[in-house]
């Protein structure tokens, strides 16, 4: 199962210069699962890029009832920001402020990586370089790989 941030999710349902290798990179994962969180910050996302000329006039809409479809159906799996993230998010806090050098974690992606934690997931999906160093820190496998 893979873990997606919005950061990478986003890329799914607004064109970017990269979406195709996250389109291939989904059919390569048999489950999608995401936080909560992702509905407020994904719906933002398409709204800003509405706003700032990169979606066109009413795409925002469109496109997260796509997401909110590809939930329904399954394909996209939300989960926690319940009591069953409270354990992993300390965990995450602790291992990413304590980590040599320190790891400066915003309160939104300990949460994801809380979520990706109490879901079991193995993989971790997204495009933010501090999420990508936490993931990496806490066992998670990052994709898309970094080939450089």
């Known amino acids: 199962m893979s873990y997606w941030d ?5 890329k799914l349902y ?6 195709l290798n996250f389109e291939r990179l989904a059919a390569q994962f048999s489950e999608i699962v995401t936080s909560r969180l992702a509905l407020f910050e994904l719906r933002r996302i398409l709204f800003r890029k509405e706003i700032e000329g990169s979606l066109k006039r009413g795409a925002s809409q469109i496109s997260f009832q796509r997401f909110l ?8 799996q939300l989960a926690g920001l319940g009591l ?5 998010f300390d965990a995450v806090l602790t291992r ?4 040599e050098p320190p790891i400066f974690i915003h309160t939104a992606d300990a949460i994801h990586l809380a979520t990706a934690l109490a879901a079991k997931a193995r993989e971790m999906v997204c495009t933010d370089a501090r999420l990508r160093a936490a993931s990496t820190l806490i066992g998670l496998s990052v994709f898309p790989v970094d080939r450089r």
């Open 6 to 10: 919005t950061s990478a999710l986003v």
């Open 14 to 19: 607004a064109k970017e210069h990269d979406s």
């Open 96 to 99: 990413c402020f304590t980590h």
């Open 69 to 76: 479809l590809d939930v329904k159906t399954g394909m996209v």
């Open 84 to 88: 069953e993230i409270e354990l992993p």
